[in-house]
């Protein structure tokens, strides 16, 4: 009996089910993944899953002292990134579970955090209005290890999403106060300036609380409180579309559109 075994399920101690070992349905299994996910990720504890083996723990990472808001892996799938309520960034070793490094600067709840792909850098998007980028390359010759590189500023109320674009020379913001922005974090541009703002997209009615790249960089997707996702072109090269302009909007949600990709 479905119904039985669901009420069953422990929820409370989830930890005892060193895997899912249960012979549940597909549909509970996914239930109990996304409760630890929602519910436990107010505990400030990140699990760790083995897609391919029945949704087995493999581990629990420990160490911020409030919320987690986001988290992500980088490309090689060593490493995680957390951000939390507590202020901190965190970058863990997912072999281990060890916190390998804490990024401290922001001064108010951390939102959005994400490696660019050669996983050498790490933005972060805080509540406190700005967008920081930090250096984990222990090879760099430049900066220090777990220095804050770049604080990016312009954002008039909370950052709520933060991503590179994949040869990770731009940045791309989203806001409360409606806006999209966009960043160059190239070094080495002859057009812009390092940190400089290169780009507002406005047509957002609400607070912006996704964005995105695609992965050539040309388009921008983005999701916001006015129930709307708005496709916006980037690409400066375009024949069709204007630089900055909003190409697409999809209507049909019927509340707030949290998260776009």
Same mark, same amino acid.
């Given at each position: 009996?479905?119904?039985?075994?669901?009420?069953?399920?422990?929820?409370?101690?989830?930890?005892?089910?060193?895997?899912?070992?249960?012979?549940?349905?597909?549909?509970?299994? =996914?239930?109990?993944?996304? =409760?630890?996910?929602?519910?436990?990720?107010? $505990?400030?504890?990140?699990?760790?899953?083995?897609? =391919?083996?029945?949704?087995?723990?493999? @581990?629990?990472?420990?160490? =911020?002292?409030?919320?987690?808001? %986001?988290?992500?892996?980088?490309?090689?799938?060593? @490493?995680?990134?957390?951000? %939390?309520?507590?202020?901190?960034?965190?970058?863990?070793?997912?072999?281990?579970?060890?916190?390998?490094?804490?990024? $401290?600067?922001?001064?108010?709840?951390?939102?959005?955090?994400?490696?660019?792909?050669?996983?050498?850098?790490?933005?972060?998007?805080?509540?406190?209005?700005?967008?920081?980028?930090?250096?984990?390359?222990?090879? %760099?010759?430049?900066?220090?290890?777990?220095?804050?590189?770049?604080?990016? @500023?312009?954002?008039?109320?909370?950052?709520?999403?933060?991503?590179?674009?994949?040869?990770?020379?731009?940045?791309?913001?989203?806001?409360?106060?409606?806006?999209?922005?966009?960043?160059?974090?190239? $070094? $080495? %541009?002859?057009?812009?300036?390092?940190?400089?703002?290169?780009?507002?997209?406005?047509?957002?009615?609400?607070?912006?609380?996704?964005?995105?790249?695609?992965?050539?960089?040309?388009?921008?997707?983005?999701?916001?409180?006015?129930?709307?996702?708005?496709?916006?072109?980037?690409?400066?090269?375009?024949?069709?579309?204007?630089?900055?302009?909003?190409?697409?909007?999809?209507?049909?949600?019927?509340?707030?559109?949290?998260?776009?990709?």
């Amino acid at each position: 009996n479905t119904s039985e075994l669901e009420n069953n399920i422990d929820y409370e101690n989830l930890n005892k089910y060193k895997q899912f070992d249960l012979e549940l349905p597909t549909n509970y299994k =996914h239930k109990l993944c996304n =409760h630890l996910k929602e519910n436990k990720k107010n $505990e400030c504890l990140k699990y760790v899953y083995n897609c =391919h083996n029945n949704y087995k723990l493999l @581990k629990t990472l420990k160490g =911020h002292t409030d919320r987690v808001r %986001s988290f992500g892996f980088n490309h090689d799938g060593t @490493k995680i990134v957390s951000g %939390s309520d507590d202020k901190t960034i965190r970058v863990w070793n997912v072999d281990t579970g060890e916190c390998i490094v804490t990024l $401290e600067g922001h001064t108010y709840d951390i939102s959005s955090v994400g490696f660019n792909h050669d996983c050498t850098k790490i933005v972060s998007g805080s509540y406190d209005n700005t967008i920081r980028v930090w250096n984990v390359d222990e090879k %760099s010759d430049i900066y220090q290890y777990s220095e804050c590189i770049l604080t990016l @500023k312009g954002h008039t109320s909370y950052v709520n999403s933060v991503g590179f674009n994949h040869n990770g020379t731009k940045i791309v913001s989203g806001s409360s106060d409606e806006t999209i922005r966009v960043w160059n974090v190239d $070094e $080495e %541009s002859d057009i812009y300036q390092y940190g400089e703002c290169i780009l507002i997209l406005e047509d957002h009615t609400d607070g912006v609380t996704s964005v995105g790249f695609n992965h050539d960089g040309t388009k921008i997707v983005s999701g916001s409180h006015d129930k709307t996702i708005r496709v916006w072109n980037v690409d400066v090269k375009s024949d069709i579309y204007q630089y900055g302009e909003c190409i697409l909007t999809l209507k049909g949600h019927t509340s707030y559109v949290n998260s776009v990709g």
